[in-house]
């Protein structure tokens, strides 16, 4: 039997990697795929080439708040999973417009869709940082939510606003909440690329703060594995924290992308800290290990200088992004 699915920000680092890994030779032969995208700056076509000849794949370039084409969408597919979203803290801070749009509306516009149209699963992607600053220990997804940012707070209410569906309407609606993603094709806004494609230009990185902010880092292959366990084997109205198991300053990441690329501290320049900058985030993924089967598998400092090489082997990708 067949499984259609559709997936959101499908063009985007995440969504992605996700579509190629469904298409690809570790992937589920049962199933077909409809990436719906906007191709904001974020959203990248060259991510789905590998697959674009797949007849399985389909793309529709759209808006996940454009209520009519979702709605005929979501009426054809039998599941959703559902990666699209503004998602960087920085701009957040900026102007939050765009993510509550994105962020609030567009979830409240797939939601009532799904409530027509009743698909069987809808995996929702979300965040360690609805959770907010984390001093010690690691969040559990029964923890309450204390958002810090824009970025998180819209992300917050769009997790809120999926466990109601699910439970006003019994929809079948699955969140993750990840840690930090990194891997290759990451938009070089984030840090890992944004420093790595700095440093391969010769130019200097800005290093926020005291450099003492601490990440915990999953690999994106990780995160995707993750979400198929969810996507086949979870359960309706549940949380699954996905974590990566290396937790690392902002410093000490720096200096581990300072060595993988032959540069020294002269090329860092410590700034300003960014407004409401947490401090530490950390996710407990216990419940996700213990009822799927989760690990993180990859070795981070292995991935780290893969993804190190790519970006080193890919300028062509990342130059018209940077404008080196």
């Known amino acids: ?8 920000g499908g063009a985007g680092f995440i969504g992605s990697h996700y579509v190629r890994t469904l298409l690809g030779p570790r992937g589920d032969g049962s199933v077909r795929v409809t990436v719906l995208d906007s191709l904001t700056y974020a959203g990248n076509p060259a991510n789905l080439d590998p697959i674009r000849g797949d007849e399985r794949f389909a793309f529709v370039h759209g808006d996940i708040c454009d209520t009519p084409l979702v709605d005929r969408l979501i009426a054809d597919h039998d599941q959703i999973v559902h990666f699209a979203a503004e998602s960087h803290v920085d701009r957040s801070v900026l102007g939050a417009a765009e993510f509550v749009r994105t962020n609030v509306m567009g979830m409240q516009t797939l939601l009532a869709a799904a409530l027509r149209h009743a698909p069987r699963v809808f995996v929702h992607i979300s965040t360690d940082e609805v959770y907010g600053s984390v001093d010690v220990g690691a969040s559990t997804e029964t923890d309450p939510l204390r958002p810090g940012s824009a970025y998180a707070a819209t992300k917050a209410s769009s997790d809120l606003l999926a466990l109601s569906y699910h439970h006003t309407h019994g929809l079948d609606i699955r969140i993750t909440r990840c ?3 990194y891997g290759t094709h990451q938009h070089p806004e984030k840090v890992i690329p944004r420093f790595v494609t700095t440093l391969l230009s010769g130019h200097r990185v800005p290093l926020y703060g005291d450099g003492g902010n601490l990440r915990n880092w999953l690999h994106v292959q990780d995160h995707v594995d993750a979400v198929e366990l969810v996507r086949k084997g979870g359960s309706p109205g549940e949380i699954y924290n996905i974590g990566g198991g290396t937790e690392l300053s902002n410093k000490e990441l720096t200096a581990l992308l300072l060595d993988a690329v032959g540069a020294g501290w002269d090329s860092v320049e410590f700034v300003a800290d960014r407004k409401g900058h947490d401090r530490r985030y950390a996710v407990d993924h216990g419940k996700i290990t213990a009822l799927l089967g989760y690990r993180p ?3 981070f400092r292995d991935s ?4 190190v090489a790519w970006y080193r082997d890919h300028r062509s990708w990342w130059a018209p992004l940077t404008g080196s």
């Open 1 to 8: 039997m067949t499984t259609r699915i559709l997936v959101t």
């Open 297 to 299: 598998r990859r070795d």
């Open 179 to 181: 840690s930090n993603n």
């Open 304 to 307: 780290l200088a893969e993804t």
